[in-house]
């Protein structure tokens, strides 16, 4: 499974962002979906995830209420929308895929990851 996420880039807090992650070679419907990020100079980090249908959804809580994760099964695309954005949210984001059905917080359990995308917020 090849990953190819998109739609980083700089926006002054507040402002808003999608990102999208597109997956090519594997059917995408059966698998458990998540983003993660880094920071420079921090370790790698749980943002959400999501179900193989999209049923279920789990958030770090810094991003409650401003991040909504979803996905397309139809266009093998999965999405991350950004509201609120704060230059703590400033890191390379990551989708990533694992084979469990649920939505999970542990890296451990992805097993294919994209190549990140920038997002950059400006105070």
């Known amino acids: 499974v090849q990953l190819q996420a998109s739609g980083g880039g700089l926006v002054q807090a507040g402002g808003s962002l999608r990102l999208s992650c597109v997956a090519s070679?594997?059917?995408?419907?059966?698998?458990?979906m998540g983003w993660f990020r880094q920071a420079p100079g921090k370790d790698r980090e749980f943002v959400a995830a999501?179900?193989?249908?999209?049923?279920?959804?789990v958030y770090t809580d810094s991003v409650k209420g401003r991040f909504t994760i979803s996905r397309d099964n139809t266009k093998n695309t999965a999405y991350l929308d950004m509201n609120s954005l704060k230059p703590e949210d400033t890191a390379v984001y990551y989708c990533?895929?694992?084979?469990?059905?649920?939505?999970?917080?542990?890296?451990?359990?992805?097993?294919?990851w994209g190549q990140g995308t920038q997002v950059t917020v400006s105070s």
């Open positions: 070679g594997r059917t995408f419907n059966g698998y458990g």
């Open positions: 999501i179900s193989f249908n999209g049923g279920s959804k």
């Open positions: 990533a895929i694992t084979q469990l059905l649920v939505a999970t917080r542990s890296a451990a359990a992805y097993i294919y």
